[in-house]
């Protein structure tokens, strides 16, 4: 029989290894996120908040390929632009959330519009900030969605709740546009004509053309030069 003395000094022998005593002093591991952008400019900037706090990243161009690395890599958080070629963020939401609905996304946008963060949050999001947030601000909505808490920026709420109490001045309201009419909108700026949008969108150019004319009616423009300066004014591009 192996005696143990009563006298050996406090941890004479390893502790186990549930012993909590002693937590780590840093996290031990950063959250793994997919960020979503297909603004290059906007995806250098977002990389570089969420390096410099030790974040893992991962880099998609279009919701096509968030889900394909979703599906490979497992994130902790997705962060999702929503006016993107090919397929946009609300659909890619809706498609992750189907199949990984553990996977706190964030949406990422320029535009506050309430349909478009309506459409956002019902896909499955657990989050929305705008381009226009800080940093800081990026760091506390990751914080709260991977603690299942969700979390809108003070824009997206402002936008709810005018929209809901119908407190918002007609004279500023802007009409309710499309996330196809904002995605033609953002490709007409890029340069782009019809043929190449429909190629983009996977549409015809009719379908384009058709999508033109009802911004021009509904903004009371006369054509892609004014829409251009509008959108500028609105910040409906970037």
């Not at 297909?38 to 969420?50: I, S």
């Not at 990984?100 to 309430?114: D, E, F």
């Not at 997206?156 to 802007?174: I, P, Y």
């Amino acid at each position: 029989e192996i005696v143990v003395p009563s006298s050996l000094p406090p941890l004479a022998y390893p502790p186990l290894a549930t012993d909590r005593r002693d937590p780590p002093a840093i996290e031990l591991t950063k959250a793994l996120v997919l960020v979503v952008e297909d603004n290059p400019a906007n995806m250098e900037t977002m990389t570089g908040y969420l390096k410099s706090r030790g974040y893992r990243l991962i880099e998609a161009i279009n919701g096509r390929i968030a889900i394909d690395l979703a599906k490979l890599h497992h994130p902790d958080i997705i962060l999702m632009d929503i006016s993107m070629p090919d397929m946009n963020g609300i659909e890619a939401t809706q498609l992750v959330n189907n199949k990984k609905p553990w996977v706190k996304i964030i949406g990422l946008s320029i535009h506050t519009q309430a349909v478009i963060i309506k459409k956002m949050l019902a896909a499955g999001a657990f989050g929305f900030v705008t381009k226009n947030s800080s940093s800081e601000e990026l760091f506390t909505a990751i914080d709260k969605v991977r603690n299942n808490q969700k979390y809108l920026c003070p824009e997206a709420l402002e936008a709810l709740t005018n929209d809901l109490t119908g407190q918002e001045d007609d004279s500023m309201r802007t009409p309710q546009l499309t996330l196809t009419e904002l995605e033609v909108i953002r490709l007409v700026a890029d340069g782009h004509c019809n043929h190449d949008i429909a190629g983009m969108l996977f549409v015809s150019d009719k379908t384009i053309e058709r999508h033109k004319t009802n911004l021009f009616r509904k903004l009371n423009l006369p054509n892609s030069a004014a829409l251009i300066n509008y959108a500028i004014k609105n910040n409906l591009i970037i």
